[in-house]
């Protein structure tokens, strides 16, 4: 029982052990504050870093920041089946269970403060900007621009005419 001081480095080790498609590389200071009593565990979660991605327009890779905190409560004795939890950040652990691995949810928080939109723009040195040469092959296979048509079609003219007239 009481206070316990964590100090993780989420890198490239751990999130193999998870499905990882959205980064290359990674480089996450975690801090976890974990009070313990009989009833429950509370952990507050902090953390800070960066993971190596592809931008969406070039390909090419950036460095993203990330950072943010978190609070998850662990229930240690509730009945599962008879008290499901539907806010994500509490959890109950069943009687017969004596163990709580972090580590998912740690995956799982990493997941998803990652940008919906990834530019190189938003790379830490502030610097980087998208592949001129990439640009100009995507400029090259963009469609043509048809002439647009004139807004106003006559034939339309006449039935709104008609519309009006009634």
Known sequence: DGLHHYDF??????FDAFT???????????????????SM?????RFEG???????????????GLQGNKHLVVRLDGDTEANPSEDEDLLVLG????????????????QVTLPWKRNCSQDLSGEK?????????IE???????EKEP??????????????NL
């Open 9 to 14: 480095v989420l890198e490239d080790t751990f």
């Open 50 to 64: 960066q993971v190596t991605m592809s931008c969406d327009r070039c390909l090419q890779s950036y460095n993203q």
């Open 95 to 110: 009687p017969n269970e004596i163990a709580f691995d972090l580590a998912p949810y740690l995956n799982d928080l990493m």
């Open 129 to 137: 900007q998208c592949d001129p040469e990439m640009l100009q092959r």
């Open 20 to 38: 990882r498609e959205d980064f290359e590389h990674s480089h996450i200071q975690t801090k976890v504050d974990m009070q313990k009593d009989d």
């Open 151 to 164: 807004d106003n079609d006559p034939r339309w003219d006449a039935l709104k005419k008609l519309k009006h």
């Open 41 to 45: 565990l509370v952990f507050h979660i």
């Open 140 to 146: 090259q296979y963009q469609p043509k621009t048809e």
